[in-house]
DNA sequence: ACGCAACCATTGACAATGGCAACTATCGAT
DNA sequence: ATCGATAGTTGCCATTGTCAATGGTTGCGT
């Protein structure tokens, strides 16, 4: 016993840490869904839009990937966005099997607007002190960049 | 124009952040979900059993206002839950409407062992220096504490 | 004591998400 | 030419989540 204290204590900060972003997250997931839901469309809808660039159309199965689920599903997904007028299917040049998607002019606009509201909106954000938000960009970032790597 | 060029920085900077957040968030999200169905649960009603404590019932009502949904919603989610033997409803003393959802035994159990899971397998956490975790935990609690004053 | 509004939990109906299996069309390699 | 692999779609199912409506219960005002 005693045996490294810093170490336990270390864990235990670990573990508070989690717990504490795994109920953050839960409320700030709402917050975003709300936000989508004020523009007509859900949130798993808004991850698919915040893949797609201007000028980059992506293939379904690559829009399944970053999404990390079944292609079925992003097939409804598209479907929906489609129908609103935001995407578009294309065909690939090379491969009648693939269909890029990309923006429409309406999409672009759409993302923007979405997009600008989706970043704002966090006041338990905006409010933090300079410091701490770029503290906090260069851990998340550092997170980030550790999960890619798994 | 030129006016606060720090100021433009630092709103250029909170976008920055939200979109990076909104985008980990959706990763974060995929482990602990699949962390809870190797468990055999889902992660909505992961949520709800980290708002039971031994010893301390809530009522159905204060459940739905923690999750921020609807009460019917809580229904489904504690039938299952029920189901399973992990929580029982039990009636409330001085009113017969409520009902007080309360950890079983083994609830407490696959509670303990869930939550040991669910806290621990952010390596893109446990990853980071020392001092860092301490930093984003005092942000963190400053951004909670900022969320629900509002 | 009576009536009535408010409250609690549940139910039913509905849309959206997400996973799995089956299917069609297409490609690529042999 | 054939065969296995790949891309996207479809159907089916379970779960989540919202809304409206219901039954039972409470508490208050009169």
Redesign the pocket.
């Known amino acids: 016993m005693s045996v490294k204290p810093e170490g336990a204590r270390e864990a235990n900060l670990d573990h508070k840490l989690s717990t504490l972003l795994f109920e953050h997250f839960q409320v700030e997931r709402?917050n975003w869904s709300s936000a989508c839901h004020e523009h007509g469309?859900?949130?798993?809808?808004a991850?698919l839009l915040r893949l797609l660039r201007t000028g980059r159309p992506v293939?379904?199965?690559?829009l399944?990937e970053a999404?990390?689920?079944?292609?079925?599903?992003?097939?409804?997904?598209?479907?929906?966005l489609e129908t609103r007028g935001f995407i578009q299917?294309q065909s690939?040049p090379?491969?009648?099997?693939?269909?890029?998607i990309a923006l429409t002019k309406e999409g672009q606009l759409f993302r923007a607007k979405l997009w600008s509201q989706l970043t704002q909106p966090a006041p338990s954000l905006t409010a933090l002190p300079l410091a701490d938000k770029q503290t906090l960009l260069r851990i998340v970032q550092a997170m980030i960049r550790s999960e890619s790597k798994s």
Chains 1, 2 share one sequence.
């Open positions: 709402r469309i859900t949130l798993p809808q991850h293939k379904m199965n690559g399944a999404l990390d689920c079944d292609a079925s599903n992003v097939t409804g997904l598209v479907d929906k299917r690939a090379g491969d009648r099997r693939v269909k890029m």
